[in-house]
């Protein structure tokens, strides 16, 4: 569990930053609450995009800490404390945080891919996770198979 949260969130450190670079080309965000600011200044609705895991009937929504003017997400929190301070917060390398980081993950790689995800140009199609309506936009049948119009 430790070393997927640490992934994933490490990969949204790398990635989130990318997309605040997309956003505005002379950007010097370089921590959470920096990404937050400039990514909502853009993106007003991605602190509310939630993901779902049908298989499991789970419900994500894990960026919405960045409603609160200076949330961090909880997944994050314990990816920084597993992170510095393993032998005291290795607990928190739990299930919801991963699950939590990994969704995350998926939320701010659609946003940087926005374009693509638009016009279900991300194949193959994601197996276990899935948005809601509210930002479900159809499939459409690519070449070889069905992509799906991810709607901002």
């Given at each position: 569990m430790?070393?997927?949260l640490l992934?994933?969130?490490s990969e949204i450190d790398v990635i989130a930053k990318q997309l605040c670079q997309k956003i505005d080309v002379d950007s010097r965000a370089d921590s959470i609450n920096q990404y937050r600011n400039e990514i909502i200044s853009a993106f007003p609705k991605f602190p509310n995009f939630k993901v779902t895991i049908p298989r499991f009937g789970l419900n994500l929504t894990p960026w919405e800490k960045w409603n609160e003017s200076n949330g961090a997400p909880i997944w994050w929190t314990a990816y920084n404390k597993v992170h510095h301070h393993r032998d005291t917060d290795y607990h928190q390398a739990n299930l919801k945080n991963v699950l939590n980081s990994?969704?995350?993950l998926f939320v701010v790689t659609l946003y940087f891919y926005k374009d693509m995800a638009e016009n279900a140009k991300l194949i193959p199609m994601q197996a276990l996770l899935r948005v809601t309506e509210d930002n479900f936009a159809g499939s459409t049948l690519n070449i070889i198979e069905f992509g799906?119009?991810?709607k901002f």
């Amino acid at each position: 569990m430790a070393r997927i949260l640490l992934a994933a969130s490490s990969e949204i450190d790398v990635i989130a930053k990318q997309l605040c670079q997309k956003i505005d080309v002379d950007s010097r965000a370089d921590s959470i609450n920096q990404y937050r600011n400039e990514i909502i200044s853009a993106f007003p609705k991605f602190p509310n995009f939630k993901v779902t895991i049908p298989r499991f009937g789970l419900n994500l929504t894990p960026w919405e800490k960045w409603n609160e003017s200076n949330g961090a997400p909880i997944w994050w929190t314990a990816y920084n404390k597993v992170h510095h301070h393993r032998d005291t917060d290795y607990h928190q390398a739990n299930l919801k945080n991963v699950l939590n980081s990994v969704a995350g993950l998926f939320v701010v790689t659609l946003y940087f891919y926005k374009d693509m995800a638009e016009n279900a140009k991300l194949i193959p199609m994601q197996a276990l996770l899935r948005v809601t309506e509210d930002n479900f936009a159809g499939s459409t049948l690519n070449i070889i198979e069905f992509g799906i119009n991810y709607k901002f």
